[in-house]
């Protein structure tokens, strides 16, 4: 088996915001990758004492001891039990039902001798690659089919789009929202290979339409995760007229985990 994780912050004098991991048991059957983007909260706070990082790094190490220890309960209901871990673990400081409590997208994947079983909530991705090649993206579209004009406002996205019906679902201190994910399950035979990517890392394809999936996909598993991270910085830095990146952040936190299996 082949792991690659690399997880850059798009600002050097900020603390990158998202988490990933690689799970393998003593047992050797099987594994899990975990991978959150968190979402940067707006300058008025969101109601926490306590940073993205840690919502992320909490949410994303009991994601990871849930996956491992427990192969057999399926991934929507790991997600939950970790939501509620985590919620718990600030509930008596902090403002849970704050819009912009802290929160994340997920990504998560699981593998037996016998299936590869998946999760994806909100903006990240996750994709698979069949042994003759074939890649499929799994994909959260919900936030694509959001009207730009609610997301140009924090105030106005949290209120009629983030976390509600018609909109768009993230992780936060529910625990039912991990009903709202995007769950499968393949054969273990029809997957070689996997690649999950923060939004920081799509931008290859979704911002500045290098490839499609498939060629991205070529490109990590070809030439490694750092070096998508490394080809997206260069893309950024190379957009001084914005005309790719528009509003858009010029550096984004990149995370790429790749597994061969």
Excluded at 177 to 198: F, N, W, Y
Aim: overall charge negative.
């Amino acid at each position: 088996m082949r792991t690659e994780l690399v997880s850059e912050p798009g600002d050097r004098g900020r603390p990158n915001e998202d988490f990933a991991s690689v799970g393998l048991p003593a047992s050797g059957q099987g594994g899990s990758l975990v991978l959150l983007d968190g979402v940067t909260p707006p300058p008025d706070g969101s109601g926490c004492l306590h940073s993205v990082p840690w919502f992320t790094a909490r949410l994303g190490g009991a994601l990871t001891e849930l996956t491992v220890s427990l192969p057999d309960v399926p991934l929507a209901e790991a997600l939950s039990r970790a939501l509620t871990r985590t919620a718990e673990a600030h509930a008596g400081t902090c403002d849970l039902s704050h819009p912009r409590t802290p929160q994340a997208t997920v990504v998560v994947a699981r593998w037996s001798p016998e299936t590869v079983d998946y999760l994806v909530l909100s903006d990240s991705a996750l994709l698979l690659a069949s042994p003759d090649g074939t890649v499929t993206a799994v994909r959260d579209d919900r936030l694509d089919l959001v009207p730009r004009a609610l997301l140009a406002s924090a105030e106005i996205c949290d209120a009629r789009a983030r976390n509600r019906e018609g909109g768009f679902f993230t992780a936060a201190a529910d625990p039912s929202v991990a009903a709202r994910a995007v769950t499968g399950s393949v054969p273990r035979g029809g997957v070689a290979a996997l690649a999950a990517l923060s939004d920081g890392v799509t931008r290859w394809v979704e911002t500045f339409r290098e490839g499609d999936w498939t060629d991205l996909f070529a490109f990590v598993a070809g030439q490694g995760a750092r070096a998508v991270v490394e080809r997206v910085r260069e893309l950024e830095r190379g957009d001084a007229e914005r005309v790719f990146l528009g509003r858009a952040k010029t550096h984004d936190d990149a995370t790429a985990v790749y597994v061969e299996l």
